[in-house]
């Protein structure tokens, strides 16, 4: 056998056992405690995501983590190109590639079937005890990882429950100052938005109360009262997943067509944002200057606006509410989150300490690596009063956003760990947190459309159609809902065009997807 055929049958043989142990000769197995190597070790990082989530040295979080296992971790990523995706494809050319590599599953799991990522599977089960104990009770969460090729290439992001994503909210001091009731069915609520664009509740003696607006400039938050699907299976959005496995465009049923004349109505009456497409910060305009009666959004961020508008507007007093039940009775929260976060780090195929490197991602993934990642450094970030561990008032009130955008300038970042819900509600103010545990508790909120992996044909497929898809039902939507085209009269027409546009490919795509993960 010639020297490049034997080193080929070794290259192969490594990716059937689902990754080597590159040079290192460490059994790290024997280490105590959360200790990754024996001895102080460097690993290079490649982390840019979401055009601003940049690697910086200098991270309290990992300079913690350093002394807890021993491993220091140095960036490679410069923070002058936002352009996350061109900084990643670009980072692969280089020579020797990054120890670990960070980023969106989409691209790791190309990287990984391309050979710039070792596979983890085996080195999960001999170096990370805790993340395998992970993927044992929740074999869905590896399923969801795994690229189309079977092959583990990245540790992903993973949520204890995934929750809630958002939530509906109502201003109870305009319910209470028109003796109205909190609205539990769709007759309901539209009759309160017909009050609060009536009856003055904000009592400026103007008709200026704007009843429900959305900070994300669409209609979708309402569309699930009359587009229920069939069954718990996926939350509402272009694609979603019925009981039977089947993948269907949400936006071609007939509850969605109804939404759409019902919707239009609503926004002909003036009790949706006459601004919705459009309005930039929404939230900050109609809450700051008293005029916005309702919204569907993020617990923290929302919640929020009581106290910032304290001081102008003292009666202001924005409420979570029960989702609203759809036309079948359902109480159906459509807007979740999925448990796995689409984003994760691997092991680069040029990494020389593969077993340390196993061991320093399963820190992660321990109690101690999770509460670092989530809260920080005890004493500084976070204290503990009665076994609860809470943040300070410095990370509380950090203008910037609070608890979640604050541990990001300390590096709590979405990296291979599992975050549990316990920091994410301590980040919240008492009513926030409240509302978030009642949909919480009584799972209201129903399964998002899931991370899957896809072949490179199916990829293809999604990237060349899906966004002129996504494009024409966006525009169709706001057609329809600003009377530029009747629902009825043009309907037809509308499903006919986007078969044209490959929403049969795109849709069998997703199923073949689908279909392998399970």
Not at 90 to 101: A, F, K, V
Not at 139 to 145: C, I, S, V
Not at 458 to 465: D, G, L, M, P, Q
Request: hydrophobic letters at 35%; proline letters at 4%; glycine letters at 10%.
């Amino acid at each position: 056998m010639s020297a490049i055929a034997g080193g080929l049958a070794a290259l192969m043989l490594a990716g059937c056992n689902g990754g080597t142990d590159g040079g290192s000769t460490q059994d790290v197995t024997k280490l105590e405690g959360t200790l990754a190597s024996a001895d102080p070790l460097t690993l290079t990082v490649h982390m840019h995501f979401w055009g601003t989530n940049v690697f910086d040295d200098t991270w309290p979080v990992y300079q913690e983590a350093a002394k807890r296992t021993n491993i220091t971790l140095h960036g490679t990523a410069s923070k002058t190109n936002t352009e996350s995706d061109q900084v990643f494809n670009t980072m692969l050319t280089s020579e020797p590639l990054p120890d670990i590599i960070h980023g969106e599953s989409k691209n790791l799991n190309k990287a990984g079937t391309d050979g710039a990522l070792i596979p983890l599977q085996d080195l999960v089960d001999k170096y990370a005890p805790h993340i395998k104990a992970i993927f044992d009770e929740h074999p869905e969460y590896k399923k969801a990882t795994l690229a189309a090729d079977g092959n583990l290439y990245y540790i992903p992001c993973l949520r204890d429950d995934a929750g809630p994503a958002q939530g509906w909210f109502i201003r109870q001091d305009w319910l209470d100052k028109l003796g109205l009731p909190v609205p539990t069915t769709v007759d309901e609520y539209y009759n309160t938005l017909k009050a609060f664009r009536d009856q003055d509740p904000n009592g400026n003696g103007k008709k200026d109360e704007v009843p429900f607006f959305d900070r994300h400039n669409s209609v979708d938050k309402l569309v699930g009262l009359w587009n229920p699907g069939t069954g718990d299976v996926t939350t509402f959005g272009d694609y979603s997943i019925d009981k039977d496995g089947n993948v269907y465009c949400a936006r071609t049923t007939e509850g969605y067509k109804t939404a759409m004349k019902e919707l239009a109505k609503w926004y002909a009456e003036g009790l949706i944002d006459q601004e919705i497409f459009t309005r930039k910060n929404p939230r900050e305009a109609l809450f700051g200057d008293n005029t916005g009666g309702a919204t569907n959004d993020w617990f923290s961020s929302t919640m929020s606006f009581n106290e910032k508008t304290k001081g102008k507007y003292p009666e202001f007093h924005l409420a979570v509410i029960p989702p609203v039940k759809n036309v079948e009775g359902e109480i159906k929260n459509q807007f979740a989150r999925n448990a796995t976060a689409g984003i994760g780090w691997g092991i680069s195929k040029d990494n020389k300490h593969v077993p340390e490197t196993m061991k320093y991602f399963d820190f992660w993934f321990t109690e101690e690596g999770s509460l670092l990642n989530a809260m920080g450094i005890e004493g500084t970030h976070y204290t503990v009063e009665n076994g609860e561990q809470k943040y300070t008032d410095m990370v509380l009130g950090y203008e910037g956003g609070g608890a979640p955008n604050y541990m990001r300038t300390i590096g709590g970042q979405e990296i291979g760990y599992f975050a549990e819900l316990g920091p994410e509600i301590a980040g919240m103010t008492g009513e926030a947190a409240e509302g978030f545990k009642e949909y919480a508790d009584n799972k209201w909120t129903v399964k998002a459309f899931p991370s899957l992996s896809y072949t490179s044909e199916e990829e293809r497929t999604i990237a060349a159609k899906g966004t002129a898809l996504t494009t024409y039902m966006k525009e169709s939507q706001q057609n329809w809902i600003l009377g530029n085209k009747d629902v009825d009269a043009s309907w037809d027409q509308y499903v006919s065009d986007l078969k044209s546009l490959g929403l049969d490919e795109v849709i069998a795509a997703y199923q073949a997807a689908y279909n392998r993960q399970k």
